[in-house]
Nanobody, 126 residues
Framework: QVHVLESGGGLVQPGGSLRLSCVVSGLTFSRITMGWFRQAPGKEREFVAGIMWTTSPTYYKDSVKGRFTISRDNAKNTVNLQMNSLKPEDTAVYYC???????????????????WGQGTQVTVSS
């Protein structure tokens, strides 16, 4: 049985930082691409960042480049999202998801991700 569990959300002031973590069980973690998505109220779920299963290249949504950093620890079955210089428009529920297809690119299409966590709320507000 596969489990995906996010943690680390919360309320932060503009310009602040948060670190999200996601633990995966039930899959061979070192063979899966991991993605972070987010969904704001009334909006579509959108890709934020992804990290490949091999050699760990990373990919980001343009609006978070230079502010967010995705990383993975295969020994702990964990993927992290360090978010700095947060803006009110970053407010959303953040989801972690798995892509076990072993394709040779990080997909930004949520349909390519099979297992999802329950999400963690990030609120950026003064």
């Amino acid at each position: 049985q596969v489990h995906v569990l996010e943690s680390g959300g919360g309320l932060v002031q503009p310009g602040g930082s948060l670190r999200l973590s996601c633990v995966v069980s039930g899959l061979t973690f070192s063979r899966i691409t991991m993605g972070w998505f987010r969904q704001a109220p009334g909006k579509e779920r959108e890709f934020v960042a992804g990290i490949m299963w091999t050699t760990s290249p990373t990919y980001y949504k343009d609006s978070v480049k230079g502010r967010f950093t995705i990383s993975r620890d295969n020994a702990k079955n964990t993927v992290n999202l360090q978010m700095n210089s947060l803006k009110p428009e970053d407010t959303a529920v953040y989801y972690c998801a798995t892509d076990a297809s072993r394709r040779w690119r990080v997909s930004s299409d949520k349909g390519d991700y099979g297992y999802w966590g329950q999400g963690t709320q990030v609120t950026v507000s003064s």
